[in-house]
């Protein structure tokens, strides 16, 4: 902090001390790390050449090259980028540190990632940064702030979350506008549809000033996306009729902006506007109303001249912005119909020439100099229709955080938009990497056996030893360059720990995996880690120094195998004997604690070394991306897996099955509380038949909490203990509702796939309530969608026990096909399946829980119906044919 203090610019300080710093930032306090990652982001910066070349061998349209041979390789890749190994280690040691609990030190990962990293490895700051929005709302303005301006750049950072951008009811103006203005640059043709249905939702809120920035991100979405602006206008003028003013004001000004895109084909929307003039008073409205009559009088040559008489009754009154487009609008009318508007524009000017604004008297006097034809007029008059009718451009409706960027960000100059006292700007990629050299450390150690070689090891084998795992050790090789001489080494992150786990040969790890098994299981917690970690530093230190010495040719074999040379043992890439002997093994300078089976396998080449299994880390696991992209060893790629590697498919039968939205979603809301025996308290729930947020295999219902007491309620939660087995995860603990209010909060249970009710406690600071859920059992699936071929596929795998059917009579009502789909999808939320018979019809869902296929068809023989429902799950198979039944037997619609 003193170092930010008083010489940031000293970057020449940072040189010597820049390894220590990323390998100590793990264990340094929050707000120390907040200070070091920004120290960090600006000297990297000047020291390493940008990741985002277009030669970069990473480049994220190069994910073929990702797979093809060596060989390939070397062709396509005349000049590849390759990353400093230094940059790998920043990033590699702040990576996780997205997982802290400080907001402040997950967004300076997150800013570091978008200033440092190449493009196609920010994806793991997405969904970090997404989980920052379930924070207090101070948070989520600064969060919301950063992503919308990532969003401008890499819209495909964040479509896959876009559901994390609606607007809540309990929100913030400022909050729900940052949201309004990330969904508006998240659109595209693909969802446009869905974020049009949430902004008709939100033009009807209360908060006026919301309501008016939906009006302007429709504006936006209907200039950027061609195929939605029609639709986007017609909606906008159904709004003009509105009863709230602001709503009919905002309207207006984003019409004129898109009629200036097309104004030939809309001139009923013009005459639309003129009709509603009288009725609107907000001044920019009026304004915007007039410069459109101006603007296309001849598209409305009855209408303008009426509109200019009305202005002409009521000038003096008007605000000066619509004086200002009062006397525009009679100078073009004056030029393109002067026979009807002659006198009214000379009346218009009369006023116009005493007003009390100086800005209209002078418009005034310039308008009649230019229009007016006398002796005196000079050379500008006989131009006076090419200027005053010129046409004029339509504007670009832009993002506001177009032009943020040019701040870092999570700085405070980036939140206010304007340089604050203070801020350092990122200096721009250097052309040239400097000297790398600067950043070596020598250690001098004393030798302690004659004859053994002297040990000025250098420091850079210790930054290119892993501070988390071999796994990712062995991934920075790769990106060095440094990819082994044996075609079958795989060069995926993933791939790698993969292989290490089979083979990792390494001499000295027996003593500290011994060690590490006796010292903590891995569900150990990270204090206790910590601690072992630094006794385990004090018990290897002696013999750790004795082994570098015996194993002095193994430490060359280290550094060779670190720059490139030594090819790789027993045909997977493993890393060299005693790579950790010389600077302690790489578990146990992790905080990780990776146990290891130490059963020995002698190894053809080298029959003294022991080949270990490990099991992967928790730090290993790369959780963050969405779509991780998996490399399995080259020997075993087949065309099914490649293109499940693609994130193409994602189950095993995943070309059959897709998840799908719920055709339909019952408003009926059940009682969970009643009034009077909650004290006040009364609770609502219904459940949204859509994925829950909190975990794949819990049912999403929201909950609608009511105060129908005259006294505040405290501290509403669910209590900890629940009667049951289920998993609930519990909405967050609401501080405070105020009489006659209510809330809407959302909650998941996991009802394992059965009926059974979930009984919880309700509490407020003083009762608590016992409260049960049952749900039905066509809210525990979730619809997918496959082709009829797939259907009946899937459906004869799942007969004789695991089918279920019955005949029924119809009633003549319910024989059509709308009927039929509706009835069953009202039961259970079912997608439809596209059928070529018009007397079948089909649909798919999968239970929540545990993924199990539910398959139904109904078979019309008039006046029959024949109901199938195959699921492996037979009461639940049952139970949903038991309410099919009585769904399509009722006659009431």
């Known amino acids: 902090m003193a170092f930010e203090e008083v010489c940031p610019e000293r970057i020449d300080l940072i040189h010597k001390n820049y390894r220590k710093l990323c390998n100590l930032l793990v264990d340094v306090e929050e707000w120390g790390q907040v200070v070091i990652i920004h120290m960090l982001t600006r000297y990297a910066r000047t020291q390493f050449v940008s990741p985002w070349r277009e030669d970069a061998v990473f480049d994220e349209n190069s994910e073929k090259a990702f797979y093809d041979s060596e060989e390939e390789r070397k062709v396509d890749q005349s000049k590849p980028y390759i990353m400093d190994p230094d940059h790998r280690l920043l990033l590699r040691n702040t990576k996780p540190l997205l997982q802290s609990r400080n907001t402040a030190v997950v967004m300076a990962v997150s800013q570091l990632y978008w200033h440092l990293a190449p493009k196609h490895e920010l994806s793991i700051i997405t969904k970090s940064l997404v989980r920052l929005l379930r924070s207090h709302r101070e948070v989520q303005y600064i969060v919301l702030q950063n992503i919308a301006t990532m969003s401008i750049q890499r819209k495909g950072m964040f479509e896959p979350f876009m559901k994390s951008f609606y607007v809540r009811s309990t929100d913030a103006t400022h909050i729900k506008t940052l949201k309004l203005e990330i969904l508006t640059t998240l659109a595209n043709e693909a969802n446009i549809s869905t974020i049009l249905r949430e902004f008709q939702t939100y033009v009807k809120s209360q908060d006026k000033a919301f309501a008016a920035a939906t009006i302007q991100a429709i504006g936006r979405c209907a200039t950027n996306i061609s195929e939605v602006t029609d639709t986007c206008l017609n909606g906008l003028v159904l709004l003009l009729s509105n009863r709230d003013e602001t709503v009919v004001a905002e309207s207006v000004v984003v019409i004129k902006k898109l009629l200036q895109t097309q104004p030939s084909q809309h001139s009923d929307i013009i005459k639309h506007m003129a009709k509603l003039f009288d009725n609107i008073t907000v001044p920019m409205a009026r304004a915007s109303i007039l410069w459109l009559m101006g603007e296309y009088c001849e598209h409305v040559p009855k209408i303008a001249p009426d509109v200019l008489r009305k202005m002409a009754k009521t000038f003096i009154s008007e605000e000066d912005i619509v004086k200002l487009q009062t006397v525009n609008l009679a100078a073009k009318l004056y030029l393109t119909n002067s026979k009807q508007t002659k006198l009214l524009t000379q009346y218009i000017l ?172 891995e569900s150990d917690s990270e204090k206790k880690k910590k601690t072992l970690k630094n006794k385990k530093l004090q018990q290897q230190k002696p013999d750790s120094k004795d082994r570098k010495q ?328 049952s139970m949903l044919l038991r309410q099919f039944k009585t769904a399509l037997t009722n006659s009431s619609p």
């Not at 006097?365 to 005053?388: C, T």
């Not at 506001?400 to 960027?405: G, H, L």
């Not at 809210?779 to 089918?803: I, R």
């Open 550 to 877: 015996k194993n002095g040719n193994a430490v060359k074999g280290e550094s060779e195998s670190e720059s490139g040379s030594e090819s790789s043992s027993s045909g997977s890439s493993s890393e060299s004997g005693s790579e950790s002997g010389s600077e302690l093994d790489s578990d146990s300078d992790s905080g990780t604690d990776q146990k290891k089976n130490t059963k020995s396998k002698p190894m053809q080449s080298k029959p003294v070394k022991k080949v270990e299994k490990k099991e992967v880390s928790l730090l290993d696991l790369d959780d963050f991306s969405p779509a991780p992209v998996t490399t399995p060893k080259s020997s075993i790629l087949s065309p099914s897996l490649l293109s499940d590697l693609q994130g193409l498919s994602i189950s095993p039968s995943a070309s059959a099955l897709q998840a799908s939205s719920p055709v339909f979603v019952p408003e009926t809301s059940h009682e969970l509380l009643h009034r009077m025996t909650g004290k006040g308290l009364s609770a609502q729930y219904r459940f949204t038949r859509q994925p829950c947020i909190y975990g794949n295999s819990m049912v999403s219902l929201q909950l609608t909490l009511s105060n129908s007491s005259d006294q505040a309620l405290e501290n509403i939660h669910i209590s900890e203990k629940t009667s049951t087995g289920q998993n609930i995860h519990r909405f967050n603990t609401i501080e405070r509702l105020e009489p006659q209010a209510s809330v809407t909060v959302s909650m998941g249970v996991d009802f394992h796939d059965s009926t059974q009710a979930a009984n919880f406690q309700l509490c407020t600071k003083e009762d608590e309530f016992s409260v049960s859920i049952q749900p039905a059992v066509g809210e525990l699936l979730l619809p997918v969608t496959m082709s009829e071929a797939d259907f009946t596929k899937e459906q004869g795998k799942l007969v004789g026990m695991n089918e279920s059917s019955a005949t029924i009579t119809m009633t003549p009502e319910n024989v059509s096909s709308q009927s039929v789909s509706r009835k069953v999808v009202s039961v259970a939320n079912l997608g439809v399946i596209p059928s070529g018979q018009d007397n079948i019809h089909r649909f798919a869902g999968k239970t929540v829980s545990s993924d199990s296929l539910v398959l139904v068809s109904v078979v019309l023989k008039d006046p029959d119906a024949v109901i199938t429902v195959n699921t492996e799950k037979t009461v639940m198979g």
């Open 350 to 521: 009369n006023l116009g020439k005493y007003d009390q604004n100086y800005d209209i008297r002078d418009r005034t006097r310039f308008i009649r100099q230019l229009i007016v034809p006398n002796e005196k007029s000079g050379a500008l008059s006989k131009y006076a229709r090419r200027i005053l009718m010129a046409p004029k451009p339509a504007p670009v409706l832009q993002s506001a955080f177009k032009d943020r960027d040019r701040f870092q960000l999570g700085t405070l100059s980036h939140t206010l938009d304007s340089q604050a006292n203070g801020y350092l700007e990122l200096s721009d990629w250097p052309a040239v990497a400097p000297d790398q050299s600067v950043r070596n450390v020598e250690v001098v150690e004393p030798v302690k056996e004659a004859g053994a070689p002297a040990i000025g090891k250098s420091k850079p084998a210790k930054s290119n030893e892993k501070f988390y795992s071999d796994s990712e050790e062995e991934e920075e090789e790769e990106e060095e360059g440094s990819s082994s001489e044996d075609g079958s080494s795989s060069s995926s992150e993933e791939s790698e720990s993969e292989s290490e786990s089979e083979e990792n040969s390494d001499d000295s790890n027996k003593s500290s995996s011994s060690q590490s098994e006796k010292s903590s299981s």
